[in-house]
């Protein structure tokens, strides 16, 4: 199986910041790599598909990049609404990274 | 606008079995692949397997083969996932997700089913 590996496990940062979390895959997905924001109690929300694609309804400071292994996710201008867990995942055969905890400073 | 809506939380014995539903709306239900994931507390996200409603094709995650059955109604448009054998090991939340059409990300989440296994 391919594994995920994200990075950090958890982050702190303040209002207007920008954030990277970057996730490294055991070998080339080819950008199939999607982006999840899960708040607490709820369900994971789609942000970002085919490593570089954003979801309907997602705002633009919202950014995903890479390729081959190596895959990033941005937030630009942190909002307060940002504060949850995101998680990477490889839709070859479906695995997820981690999560990362972001909360404000 | 496309819809899953899941079945409520169980709280279920120890080596019983439980079956879980996803209720499908706003799109053509034997179109897409139906996944489903689990998320223990605190932990990650694990996927399980797909359904393809269509035709009833599925693919397991190696990790719960014998363990999770999943089937889908095309009347009804809902989907629905049996797991067996219940131990602590199996108490989490689990979602069904539906893909994305052209690719497999998971475009639209239910809310999620809590299951709890405790004698």
């Known amino acids: 199986d391919i594994q995920m590996t994200q990075s950090p496990a958890s982050l702190s940062a303040s209002l207007g910041e920008t954030v990277t979390i970057e996730c490294r895959a055991s070998?080339?997905?080819?950008?199939?790599l999607a982006w999840y924001q899960q708040k607490p109690g709820n369900s994971p929300q789609l942000l970002i598909y085919?490593?570089?694609s954003l979801a309907d309804g997602v705002p633009s400071r919202f950014s995903g990049s890479g390729s081959g292994t190596q895959y990033s996710l941005k937030i630009n201008s942190l909002q307060s609404e940002d504060v949850a867990s995101y998680f990477c995942?490889?839709?070859?055969?479906?695995?997820f990274g981690a999560g990362t905890k972001l909360e404000l400073k | 606008q496309v819809q899953l809506q899941q079945s409520g939380a169980e709280l279920v014995k120890p080596g019983s079995s439980v079956k879980i539903s996803c209720k499908a709306s706003?799109?053509?239900?034997?179109?897409?692949?139906m996944h489903w994931i689990k998320q223990q507390p605190g932990n990650g996200l694990e996927w399980i397997g797909w359904?393809?409603?269509?035709?009833?094709?599925?693919k397991y995650n190696q990790k719960f083969n014998g363990k999770a059955t999943l089937t889908a109604d095309k009347s009804s448009s809902t989907a629905y996932m049996q797991l067996s054998s219940l131990t602590s090991e199996d108490s989490a939340v689990y979602f069904c997700?539906?893909?994305?059409?052209?690719?497999?990300?998971?475009?639209?989440w239910g809310q999620g089913t809590l299951v709890t296994v405790s004698s």
């Open positions: 997700a539906r893909d994305g059409g052209y690719s497999d990300f998971f475009a639209y």
């Open positions: 070998e080339d997905i080819y950008s199939n």
């Open positions: 995942q490889q839709y070859n055969n479906y695995t």
């Open positions: 706003g799109y053509t239900f034997t179109s897409y692949d």
């Open positions: 085919d490593a570089n």
């Open positions: 359904i393809y409603p269509g035709n009833g094709n599925t």
